[in-house]
């Protein structure tokens, strides 16, 4: 089997959420503050950088879960893995409203200097619905 790039990890992952949101029936409550969701954000970004699946979906929705398989955070890991080990700082860009969801958005940048990286993390009742890396 040919191992997947980023860009393909992406969009399985982001087409299976894509259609969950769009099909949710149930709404996403915003309990907490704006930044609520670095730790989350943190957790998930050391989990790639260690290729650690469990990590990585244990707090995700049973959707999320079902969708990302250990060879998908494999092939992203592959790919960022040795730049995040180089260094990499993130801010926090600011939060969107997308059916009834909250969209946090941060900025990555590594410090080898390449380009960065937009994350687009997606809570449903506290929980991961939804992340990408772009």
């Not at 969950?20 to 149930?26: D, P």
């Not at 709404?27 to 989990?47: H, I, M, Q, Y």
């Not at 260690?50 to 890991?77: C, E, H, P, W």
């Amino acid at each position: 089997m040919k191992p997947m790039n980023i860009r393909s990890v992406i969009a399985a992952v982001s087409g299976v959420v894509c259609v969950w949101l769009a099909l949710a029936a149930t709404t996403c409550f915003a309990a907490e503050p704006a930044e609520s969701g670095r730790p989350v954000l943190d957790k998930l970004l050391k989990a790639t950088e260690a290729n650690d699946y469990d990590s990585f979906v244990a707090d995700g929705t049973d959707i999320f879960k079902a969708a990302l398989t250990k060879q998908m955070l494999q092939g992203v890991s592959a790919q960022l893995s040795p730049r995040m080990k180089k260094g990499y700082q993130y801010s926090y860009l600011g939060e969107l409203n997308q059916q009834g969801c909250r969209v946090l958005l941060w900025k990555l940048a590594f410090k080898d200097g390449g380009d960065d990286t937009l994350a687009k993390l997606v809570l449903k009742d506290g929980k991961v619905a939804g992340f990408w890396l772009q």
